[in-house]
């Protein structure tokens, strides 16, 4: 101890001290990422031949944007390290290959089959370590939560795709879409990646457990339809207003001529 | 003993009749009302649309009260709708899922209830707005158009305190931006805040609170008005369109019995109707989707109803900031800082306010511009008074931006715009759009009036073309007829009044502001055809029907 007391007015006691403190923050982070990281189990055992044939496609496709080595360019992002999930997603529903730049990529028809898809994936996730797609126990809606789901999607989602699951406006030209028809596989994916404006809720904000519960309330109001009749939507009070200054008060309006008119 | 010649019935109900009609003297008053003679129009009806939609609120509202609990109490939902299950929620937002799942006709009963208190404020919105662009409601009528007004408010009351019962999340929210109002107030505002509430929001007191104003304060209110209206209607008798043979002294149209007494009944029903099918085939605040209300989530698309949307939409536009200018001003007190948040009381205030005071005031305002103290008991077709068809359209462009506002993000989302110009637009236009509506309106009226004053003078187009002897081509001008020319010929003519010297031959300043007014209003316009102008314009024409002579009598 007294060596180091000794010693702490060394010219390079500074770097040494920051040098440390480094190390540690960089170790805790690295132990609080690995913790927090969005893990499902890796049941696609991608071939070295899915890779490869990811690869053709990844640079007959992608590499225009993202680079060659998906290192990323102005224009795209680099994509190592975001997961076959990440590739699943953005290929599977459609919204890469990008239609256009714009403030965030639309869902388009599918331009893959499936096959050419988890190429993809495979070969996205070859290069670096990321979140993975689903497999099919933590997709299971027999198996989930609806209603606790529910309070996690109220808390968590609902402020920019509406409570219902509508979709709903962000700031200059971005959106939320609506999750009615989106499989569960896609939603579960959206949320350990945070695909466009998203954020990213990975295991320890929202345990794999509640995403399934998220999952399940969502396929179950979906099921259930409108209890009350035609829901206009889902999109509240604006359509129910403009509903019933535009079809009520027409029918009425109708009526009202009606009853004030004069056979002639 | 004096001898009587009461009338004594012959058969047994009309013993029954005549007793019960000796006691409370029914009769003479169905003699009376029954006589009244009430005008015919479609516009004259959403007055009655408004009243009948109360009826169904009073009606569907009772029900509801039997299977409601309006109390915070926590519970855990157990009912029937599965993915709510299990959840803590308040015992109000519990019995309002099972009116809606598990009580027999509940849902349809919720939704016919809200359904028609959408319909109830539409209505009489529709009713001031006929009311207010016809000129119904100058003198005798001012002091009814005042209680109108209220009757509105208490209308917009009635919705809002009804709309936070259910407790459910998109209400909360609701409630939540009325704390937040409060609380931009200074000293005071957390005060209110708390009493309100009773406690930190949301506290456990305002669901029930709000509930009393619901059921017993704010209806009262409204039949009480509603009564006031009503009599105010029969004393003043109804308001018609100018034609032949209506006058201010007169009221063509029909008797209440039987006509309108059968009328009116049928109207009722027809409005039952129409509520009722809307009821049952389209949903309405479908709290399950919303759950539970809870303080930390809020939900995209969240918006009140359609009839506080204006306020709503107001908050939105308005910028926390405006370059480096804060709207939050911290005043110094003693004690410490206390805060204004004007950019949350400005618009929460005054806008509303504002519209509302306008309102209340524009009869005064119109009889001190125009100096007409006259009776009006015939209306205004709306381009016969360009300048107070110009100021409620103004108005009423004022009211939809906001209300437009309100709904910003939808608007983004479906338009595929983006929702920052969608805010920029709309505080242009929330300045810019009364001036243009203003200046477009008043333009429109004076040239359908030109067009008056050509049909008169000149016929309508017949659509037929005729050919001269010399071979020229001319479209054939039919002269109108005697009604529509009445209708065309007949009306209140404004005009513009310079300043008087009051009895000392002093003009005022107050007289010369309204001088200036009376300008602007009146400086532009189309005067009514004058008989001699008709004949000269005949003359030209070398017209010499019969009619020409009639005319005389016809203008007065």
Redesign the interface.
């Known amino acids: 101890m007294k060596a180091l007391s000794k010693k702490r007015r060394h010219p390079l006691a500074a770097v040494a001290l920051l040098l440390f403190g480094l190390l540690i923050t960089g170790s805790l982070y690295t132990a609080a990422g690995s913790i927090s990281e969005a893990k499902a189990a890796d049941t696609t055992t991608a071939s070295q031949s899915d890779v490869d044939e990811g690869g053709k496609l990844f640079v007959a496709n992608c590499a225009t944007c993202h680079g060659m080595n998906a290192e990323g360019t102005n224009t795209g992002p680099s994509l190592i390290g975001v997961g076959a999930a990440s590739v699943d997603f953005q290929v599977g529903t459609g919204r890469m290959p990008m239609q256009m730049q714009g403030p965030q990529a639309q869902a388009k028809p599918v331009q893959f089959t499936d096959d050419q898809i988890s190429q993809l994936a495979a070969y996205v996730a070859s290069l670096g370590a990321g979140p993975a797609i689903p497999d099919e126990e933590s997709l299971d809606t027999t198996k989930g939560d609806a209603a606790h789901g529910g309070t996690v999607f109220r808390v968590n989602c609902a402020m920019c795709h509406n409570a219902a699951a509508a979709g709903g406006a962000l700031t200059r030209g971005k959106f939320a879409p609506t999750l009615a028809g989106v499989s569960e596989k896609h939603i579960y994916e959206a949320m350990v990646t945070g695909p466009q404006n998203m954020p990213v809720f990975n295991d320890s904000n929202i345990t794999p457990d509640e995403k399934r519960d998220v999952v399940t309330f969502l396929k179950t109001i979906e099921a259930n339809g409108s209890a009350g009749g035609f829901a206009l939507g889902s999109l509240g009070p604006v359509a129910e207003g403009l509903f019933v200054w535009t079809a009520g008060l027409g029918i009425i309006i109708a009526f009202t001529i009606w009853l004030t008119s004069r056979p002639s | 003993m004096t001898t009587t010649n009461e009338y004594t019935a012959s058969t047994k109900t009309g013993r029954l009749a005549n007793f019960v009609d000796t006691r409370v003297g029914a009769s003479t008053i169905v003699k009376e009302f029954g006589r009244k003679v009430f005008p015919?129009?479609?516009?004259?009806?959403?007055g009655e649309?408004a009243l009948y939609t109360f009826v169904l609120l009073l009606l569907s509202g009772t029900f509801l009260t039997f299977f409601f609990d309006p109390s915070m109490t926590h519970i855990t939902y157990e009912g029937s709708y599965?993915?709510?299950?299990?959840?803590g929620m308040s015992a109000a937002m519990a019995s309002t899922l099972d009116i809606?799942?598990d009580v027999r006709g509940g849902?349809f009963m919720r939704?016919v209830h809200h359904?028609s208190a959408?319909?109830f404020v539409?209505?009489l919105s529709?009713h001031m707005l006929r009311v207010f662009f016809t000129g119904a409601f100058r003198r005798p009528r001012e002091l009814n158009w005042v209680v109108g007004g209220v009757l509105l408010i208490m209308g917009l009351a009635a919705g809002f305190t009804g709309y936070s019962l259910p407790d459910d999340?998109?209400s909360g929210n609701g409630l939540r931006i009325i704390d937040g109002v409060m609380k931009a107030l200074p000293v005071v505002g957390t005060y209110l805040s708390m009493f309100f509430f009773g406690g930190e929001f949301p506290g456990v007191h305002v669901i029930p609170r709000l509930y009393s104003l619901h059921i017993m304060i704010v209806p009262a209110v409204i039949i009480l008005l509603l009564v006031v209206h009503l009599f105010m209607v029969v004393t003043h008798k109804h308001t018609q369109y100018p034609g032949p043979g209506r006058t201010n002294d007169n009221v063509v149209g029909f008797p209440v019995g039987p006509v309108y007494a059968a009328?009116a009944g049928?109207?009722f029903f027809?409005?039952f109707g129409?509520v009722a099918f809307?009821s049952?085939?389209?949903?309405?605040?479908?709290i399950?989707?919303?759950?539970p209300y809870?303080p930390?989530?809020?939900?995209?698309?969240?918006?009140?109803?359609?009839?506080i949307?204006f306020v709503d939409g107001a908050l939105r536009l308005m910028p926390g900031v405006l370059g480096d200018f804060s709207f939050v001003w911290n005043i110094p007190f003693p004690w410490g800082d206390n805060s204004l948040v004007l950019s949350v009381l400005l618009p929460a205030l005054v806008p509303a306010g504002a519209l509302f005071a306008v309102m209340f005031a524009w009869p005064w305002i119109e009889r001190w511009v125009t100096k007409d103290n006259r009776e009006h008991h015939l209306l205004d077709r709306p381009r016969n008074a360009p300048f107070r068809t110009a100021m409620g359209a103004a108005g009423v462009v004022f009211y939809c931006v906001m209300w437009a506002a309100?709904?910003?993000?939808?608007i983004?989302?479906h338009f595929?715009?983006?929702?920052?110009?969608v805010t920029y637009w709309l505080r242009v236009l929330f300045f810019v759009g009364p001036l243009v509506a203003f200046w477009l309106t008043r333009r429109i009226c004076l040239s359908l009036q030109r067009k008056d004053r050509e049909i008169v003078l000149h016929g309508r187009e017949a659509g037929i073309i005729q050919m001269s002897p010399e071979g020229g081509f001319s479209e054939k001008h039919e002269e109108v007829d005697v009604y529509k020319r009445y209708v065309l010929t007949n009306f209140n003519d404004n005009q513009y009044i310079p300043a008087q010297p009051d009895a000392a031959g002093h003009i005022s300043r107050k007289e010369k502001r309204r001088a200036k007014i009376s300008k602007f209003f009146f400086e532009d316009r189309v005067a009514p055809v004058t008989p001699s102008e008709l004949e000269a314009a005949k003359a030209a024409h070398g017209h010499h029907e019969v009619e020409g002579e009639k005319q005389d009598s016809i203008e007065k």
């Open positions: 015919d129009h479609w516009s004259f009806m959403f649309v599965v993915p709510l299950k299990g959840i809606s799942f849902m939704q359904w959408l319909l539409a209505s529709v999340l998109l009328k049928g109207f027809i409005v129409i809307i049952g085939i389209f949903q309405i605040n479908p399950w989707n919303y759950g809870d930390s989530p809020v939900s995209a698309g969240t918006q009140p109803d359609w009839y949307g309100a709904s910003s993000d939808l983004a989302t595929h715009v983006a929702l920052n110009d």
